[in-house]
């Protein structure tokens, strides 16, 4: 009797804590991503002492309308481009024939990897005043700088992401509607325009989104390559870093963050509804492999997403032979010897920096998941009043621009109750919920997929609602987990959209640098920080793998050595 | 139109799919491929279709070599396993493409459509999505798209898998209907062999990438060639046995400790002494008296019209066996035991 007493006390013990954890979720949401987004609206309209728009009609006036005119004239051709461009390489890697076409899955996921500004450095490297190609080669002394530009490196950089999500669509569709439309006399070119690409529109419409809000965000390539042409996001970049006109900024972003929300519920809402991959993705993925390779694209269709594919390969490969390069030679432009001397330059901030990259890209990457697949286990699971707005809340980041979420955690977080900044504290937050959506979608899609009827199970054997939680759940959702870890820890390393507005000289990050450096005309320097952030990028992966098969690894050796950890045959 | 497949080969990476297989297809009739998956049924299917290029061998209609045509060339269509019906068009749509693909003039898509729809009997689901259609909803829709075009060969792969037991009968039925009204000539794949032997006026079993016997449903029933076709249709009992003696009208077979009398086989020759395997069904195992072998029952399945005993027999040899009898003969008891004759004539041996 007294054992069994004890047994409900823990048990309630453990109900409140998954009690406390339930209320913390929603309250944490709305601390950390709807009160910071208010934020930025109330700084944009609230000056002084009064509701004005006076900053609204300043961005929209005569002085600075040329910003939003600039911002969508880089972003739309951008997105469009580097979708298209996605399109092919997805096309190439998923479908071609042709033989080693893995190797294009590779060198988009070293693009991705590769930080931000880099594409803008070697740019700068090769066709810059002191470009190599530009000046040594051709002996010219031509200005590449401007619009065009930034959208070619822009569509190059959004390629890679564009690849892969409709990469993943198009592995994921069910290959015998194709053959259903081939077999009632549809010709290869009429399948692909009446079936193949409208089954495909989810996935390009998501790219393209997720091309355009990149681009909109993006202030670095402007900055570095544009020449002087300014668009909103670096004129917000500007109006924080040069002035401190927060409220200026936060009109600046608003304007920013329309747009976005605007594709994000365009996208969600017109066309959310018509997802049509197979229902039954293992059947699909067997008669995948029942269709015939020689029935592949004609083969001009295939020459030229090959010439794409090369094009892009190359490119992707000149920016890392590039940076190489220019991180070991002495003076770009007038001595090409070989010289150590821009990493002894970056030696000892440079470290810390690097440092502060790695212990940043760590504890978002192990703790940021964990709260991801949380947040999606108690919106699926208890569905409350108003779950739909706290789904929508931890979605929001996906869609804010960097700049945006970095004013608004600037306005939210530097005064009581919660004064933050510059504190390494709120740098973790702010990329712990930058990357919420990815693991909350992903462990999302794993409740969705797993019967209902699998918790009922669970508590009708005995187990309670902690222990469900425990033993069934969270092993479901490991999945999840490790997407959100990878995703987080490639983030955290490369970007530096939202952090660079709380950075303090003590809280540098590796990003940081290379931007700074380049800025500055450090190329060289700018270069051995990329060359070294690339080489950590791909060593904490390992890493963060490595990790990850630990406990199986365990397993195994458990396996080895029998039950309880003895030898078998030696058991006693 | 006849086709005709000439040792047709396919294989994927490793395996061998298809190993020469030569086969004709009567006109105007169903013949089904069953077999047990991975042997190889639906990749003859997708040759057939065009999907697939075999490796070797040729497919023949009326004399004419369509081997390297492509699918929308072929005169074919085909009802695939889970439909693939078009999810972003709806139902009007799905059953018109193969019409507008064809570049067919406007009227006669709509009146070709119109008529289909009404054989079917989905005239009132014209407007609809396709992921709104219950299982037998689509199934008819899938079979209306792919007769719209007026295919000279109709190919069905697994169609009714995804239906309940029922429906799968009622389709069946109509598909059988519609087939005989058409006379369109037809390949049914499926690996049930209930319905295979339901559906088609010939069948082919297949094992392993080559047809293992091919013949009408009744032959491949009561005389199947190999102890797999025997196995794999129907149920029914293998025992190992031995030829004791061999004369002029008669061999005697040995097995579970009796011998019976079998009629010799002009075709076929044994040896006395020759290790062999006996197949017979369960409904010819009776109960008689003067049975030769005394079994216990074990346990009984009831299964409506007649019950299914199974057996164990006593002695020396413990052999299962599965006994079938009519309900208004079934009146014994698990534990039972009691005495069984096997109908001579029934026995099929295999060596």
Known sequence: MAGKLREVSQFTTREKLLRGIALAIPLSLLIFILYPFMRVFLASLWVGEGWTLALYRQVLGAQKVGLLWNTFLVSVPSSLLATLLGLALALLVVRSSIPGKKI???????????????????????????????????????????????VFLQTMGHASIAFLVIASVLRRMDRDLENAARDLGASNARVFFTVTLPLLMPGIMAALVLSFTLSLADFGTPLLVGGGFRVLASEAYLQVIGQYNMPLASALSVFLVLPCLAVFWLEKGVLGERSFLSEAPVESVAAAGTVDRGRGFHPLVTGLLLIIGLFFMLFTLAIFATIAVGALTNIWGYDYTFSLRHFQDIWGQGTRSVRNSLYFAFWVATLGPLLGIITAYYLEKSPFVGSRFFEFLALLPFVIPGPFLGISYVLAFH??????????LIIVLLCVYRELPVSFKAGQAVLRQVSGSLEQASLDLGANRWQTFIRVYLPLMAPAYRIGMIHAFIH???????????????????????????????????????????????????FLNLLWKLPQLKEKSKEWMGPHGTVPGKHQ | MELFLENISKSYEETLAVDGVTLAVPSGKILALVGPSGCGKTTLLRVIAGLLVPDQGRVLLDGQDITKLPPYRRPTATVFQNYALFPHLNVYENIAYGLKARRSPGQNTRAAVQ??????????????????????????????????????????????????????????????KIQQKTQITSIYVTHDQEEALAIAQQVAVMKDGKIEQLGTPREIYCFPETPFVAQFVGWGNLVQGQVRSVNERRWDVQFMGQTLQLEREKSRDLQAGQAVHLFFRPEDVVPAPQGKWSVKIQQTTFLGSLV???????????????????????????????PVEIIPHAVRIFY
């Open chain 2, 308 to 338: 299914r005993y199974f057996l164990q027999t006593q002695g020396d040899h413990d052999q299962a066996l599965v006994m079938d009898l009519p309900l208004d003969q079934a009146r014994f008891q698990p534990g039972e035991e009691l």
């Open chain 1, 104 to 150: 294009f899955n590779l060198v988009a996921i070293f693009n991705i990897i590769s930080p931000p500004f880099v594409s803008a450095l070697s740019f700068i490297l090769l066709f810059g005043r002191r470009g190599l190609i530009t000046r040594e080669l051709l002996g010219l002394n031509v200005n590449l700088f401007g619009w065009e530009s930034i």
């Open chain 2, 115 to 176: 008529e289909i729809m009404d054989l079917m009997k989905i005239t009132d689901l014209a407007r609809r999505k396709v992921n709104e259609l219950s299982g037998g909803q689509q199934q008819r829709v899938a079979l209306a798209r792919a007769m719209v075009v007026n295919p000279k060969i109709l190919l069905f792969d697994e169609p009714l898998s995804s239906l309940d037991a029922r429906l799968r009968v009622e389709m069946r039925e109509e598909i059988k």
């Open chain 1, 492 to 542: 955290v390393m490369t970007t530096i959209g939202a952090i660079i507005f709380l950075i303090t000289p003590r809280y540098k990050v590796a990003t940081f640098e290379i931007f700074d450096a380049t800025n500055r005309g450090g190329l060289g320097q700018g270069a051995a920080f990329a060359l070294l952030l690339i080489v950590l990028t791909v060593a904490g992966l390992i």
């Open chain 1, 415 to 424: 005064r009581p109750p919660l004064a933050l900044t510059g504190t390494a």
